[in-house]
């Protein structure tokens, strides 16, 4: 694919001509796109360019007609039967092994749940009670979406750890023999900066450490590859590439190895080995199971498993490289059309560096956006002054990258 | 309304006698019950007598439209601007203060979002911050749930306290000078035994500890009155008397005397008091939002909302009165249809210590069970030995109970 224009911005005539070749291009690209049928799987509005799937994924064509049979059949008639008729009860480990494959974990390994919030809770005091003891030390990416220092703050709080922030960047050198537990951002939610997760977690390794990864920004998007690089433990939400709808559950991790000694701070009665029998004693399930807490929300956790249809026969290798392809072309576009000095990409370039969004700095962010809405390329703002543009090479297509870039040119026109 | 029978057990051939009488008294009973007309709010299955309300409750017929608007306008059309537009960011604290007089809440208190059991840990662990200092006591319901007594054992872990099993009967007794935290359930879900909120929460206050209810068996079926008797904290459920749907949100009550100290163990970006400032440090919202964590489910939290319009006009007292009609004429009626020394009633015969369940103890419970529900009688069974029928006054009526006893009655016949 193309590589970012190393071209100087182009003056407005220059524009003028250019537009046709970009148009044409994003044309071409999209003819020969193998993942540009994708978009039938989706319900998108009309007219619009949908380029915030990495904050809200959109609508998977599947998703009414399962929520209707939920509510209508499986609530309204079979009522309390469907826990077991409608295999309510396994949907947490069944979803989380429908999962699996895009995050590559093999079977057993995820849960679906609670939000993100509350599965990282659960990680990192796990991460802290797997520590080899005597350890100190919490790193926790300084950048990271401020949930995760938030939580990463009360976890260590109350296992005695102490949570030091980390440049990601600088992560591998900050992990000593003091180094308990490393949480760390996949893809940067604000830069869109990709982290490097098979060194870092080798890294943590090599340091003794328990390494855990929020793939809240990465899932979906590229290849995560957990087993393959040995993570311990990973969380993730669901509504962002993986389009399960407004807040719909997240899932946890647990590596194998770790199950067995898996020690949750919320030990809900079902993670609990025999629910039913309502025993006075906690005594942990095997595997992922042990991750689950209370009972779980069946609306949204059945919207998110036939959302995840939308996934049937497609690799995230392929999902990938079409990323990085509209991401360069849409940084193309960018240079193209808008004028020299208005907004500076802060995502880099590089593409073993970047993960499915372009962030672009500028002033005036937040009105630059509402007017981009209005003309209908939805992406978002992040404060103090970050346009976010997120790809979602399931829906999203080249003329839709050269669309939202000749819009925010207009803007700046 | 009519007491428990006093008669002795009828034989067989009195039975066949009274059935007229029962029929004809349950019709008259339906016909003069203002409350009947509620029914029409929620759709249930032709043929069935649905007494698991305690479990799941019904659909309330107005879910289903919502949730296909929710879907398909608000997340397939609106996308990201629903998180305004469509007023999903305010719903844990609306919905919160929807549902807020149903427990005797005063608005700003209650908060929906997560499942009991991590609420449960909140309030806990939030409790066990709130005590005076010193103390190492978490007295914990004996006979709890088991999910409350799981997370009670991590939250009394995780602070320092030691967790003790008590008989709610006997709870004042236990309370002394080292209890920092008492967790009791309102209404027993195994007996359907109904606690002395009032008196306990005094007792507890009166030893200078926190009182935490668990709610999940009483609200939506009795006047609970968080605020008249000065409760501290509670959680419960909104999927059995409160028909949220499977595994809807709960919700988390925080008295308004307790907000500005209440410390979360689980501090979301959600419960942030400016969450889109995104600052590294965690500042509490005011008010009950700080008990939120993670971003809300969206599907599930607004199923919920539609589902408490079946409230609309309807006063808890009268559900109440209702409530106990019903399990007064159910008891009355398995005295009359089933053979003496079959089934043994568990729930107390005392209207002040009576929930909105029969449970009654029997051999074989679990096979009885599915043979009921074979003969479209839903209820539940609770292991070893418990046969349990939940009565939700705003869509049982009294033929329910007498065909449901009457059936009953043909098992054991």
Redesign the interface.
């Given at each position: 694919m193309s590589e970012p224009t190393p071209t100087p911005t182009p003056t407005p005539t220059q524009t003028q001509t250019r537009i046709p070749d970009l148009a044409a291009r994003a044309a071409a690209l999209d003819a020969t796109d193998e993942l540009g049928k994708l978009r039938d799987r989706f319900?998108?509005?009309d007219g619009?360019v949908?380029l915030?799937g990495n904050?809200?994924g959109?609508?998977p064509a599947t998703?009414?007609q399962t929520?209707?049979d939920v509510?209508?059949r499986?609530?309204?008639?079979l009522?309390?039967?469907?826990?077991d008729e409608s295999d309510?009860w396994t949907a947490p480990e069944r979803i989380g092994d429908k999962l699996a494959p895009l995050v590559g974990a093999a079977p057993g390994q995820v849960v679906v749940g609670?939000?993100?919030?509350?599965n990282l809770?659960k990680a990192l005091v796990g991460a802290a009670r797997l520590a080899a003891p005597g350890r100190t030390k919490m790193l926790v990416d300084?950048a990271t979406?401020?949930?995760d220092?938030?939580?990463a703050?009360?976890a260590a709080r109350?296992?005695g750890l102490t949570a030091t922030?980390v440049d990601p960047a600088h992560a591998a050198e900050a992990m000593d023999e003091d180094t308990a537990v490393v949480l760390l951002n996949h893809v940067d939610y604000r830069s869109g900066r990709l982290h490097d997760l098979p060194a870092l977690t080798a890294a943590a390794h090599a340091a003794g450490a328990i390494m855990v990864w929020d793939l809240c920004h990465s899932a979906g998007a590229l290849p995560v590859g957990l087993d393959a690089h040995a993570v311990d433990l990973a969380v993730g939400?669901t509504?962002k590439y993986l389009n399960g709808?407004?807040?719909?559950?997240?899932y946890l991790y647990i590596a194998d190895r770790h199950q067995a000694a898996f020690d949750?701070?919320?030990?809900?009665?079902?993670g609990?080995a025999d629910?039913?029998?309502?025993?006075?004693e906690?005594t942990p399930a095997d595997g992922a199971r042990r991750g689950r807490?209370?009972?779980?929300?069946?609306?949204?956790?059945l919207?998110l498993e036939a959302s995840l249809d939308a996934w049937d026969g497609v690799s995230v290798a392929a999902v990938r490289e079409k990323s990085l392809a509209l991401t360069d072309f849409f940084l193309e576009c960018v240079a193209a059309y808008v004028p020299e000095g208005r907004v500076e990409p802060v995502t880099p370039a590089e593409h073993d560096r970047r993960g499915s969004q372009v962030s672009l700095r500028t002033e005036n962010a937040r009105e630059v956006m509402r007017e981009l809405?209005e003309r209908g390329v939805?992406g978002?703002f992040?404060?103090p002054d970050v346009l976010r543009f997120g790809f979602t090479p399931l829906y999203v297509g080249f003329a839709d990258a050269e669309r939202a870039a000749r819009s925010l040119g207009h803007i700046f026109g």
């Amino acid at each position: 694919m193309s590589e970012p224009t190393p071209t100087p911005t182009p003056t407005p005539t220059q524009t003028q001509t250019r537009i046709p070749d970009l148009a044409a291009r994003a044309a071409a690209l999209d003819a020969t796109d193998e993942l540009g049928k994708l978009r039938d799987r989706f319900t998108l509005p009309d007219g619009v360019v949908y380029l915030d799937g990495n904050s809200l994924g959109a609508l998977p064509a599947t998703v009414a007609q399962t929520t209707a049979d939920v509510v209508t059949r499986q609530w309204g008639e079979l009522l309390i039967r469907s826990w077991d008729e409608s295999d309510w009860w396994t949907a947490p480990e069944r979803i989380g092994d429908k999962l699996a494959p895009l995050v590559g974990a093999a079977p057993g390994q995820v849960v679906v749940g609670d939000s993100t919030s509350v599965n990282l809770f659960k990680a990192l005091v796990g991460a802290a009670r797997l520590a080899a003891p005597g350890r100190t030390k919490m790193l926790v990416d300084a950048a990271t979406f401020p949930t995760d220092g938030y939580i990463a703050a009360s976890a260590a709080r109350m296992t005695g750890l102490t949570a030091t922030p980390v440049d990601p960047a600088h992560a591998a050198e900050a992990m000593d023999e003091d180094t308990a537990v490393v949480l760390l951002n996949h893809v940067d939610y604000r830069s869109g900066r990709l982290h490097d997760l098979p060194a870092l977690t080798a890294a943590a390794h090599a340091a003794g450490a328990i390494m855990v990864w929020d793939l809240c920004h990465s899932a979906g998007a590229l290849p995560v590859g957990l087993d393959a690089h040995a993570v311990d433990l990973a969380v993730g939400c669901t509504y962002k590439y993986l389009n399960g709808g407004p807040g719909s559950p997240a899932y946890l991790y647990i590596a194998d190895r770790h199950q067995a000694a898996f020690d949750s701070p919320l030990p809900g009665w079902n993670g609990h080995a025999d629910p039913f029998a309502m025993t006075p004693e906690f005594t942990p399930a095997d595997g992922a199971r042990r991750g689950r807490v209370g009972t779980p929300d069946i609306l949204s956790m059945l919207a998110l498993e036939a959302s995840l249809d939308a996934w049937d026969g497609v690799s995230v290798a392929a999902v990938r490289e079409k990323s990085l392809a509209l991401t360069d072309f849409f940084l193309e576009c960018v240079a193209a059309y808008v004028p020299e000095g208005r907004v500076e990409p802060v995502t880099p370039a590089e593409h073993d560096r970047r993960g499915s969004q372009v962030s672009l700095r500028t002033e005036n962010a937040r009105e630059v956006m509402r007017e981009l809405i209005e003309r209908g390329v939805i992406g978002d703002f992040r404060a103090p002054d970050v346009l976010r543009f997120g790809f979602t090479p399931l829906y999203v297509g080249f003329a839709d990258a050269e669309r939202a870039a000749r819009s925010l040119g207009h803007i700046f026109g």
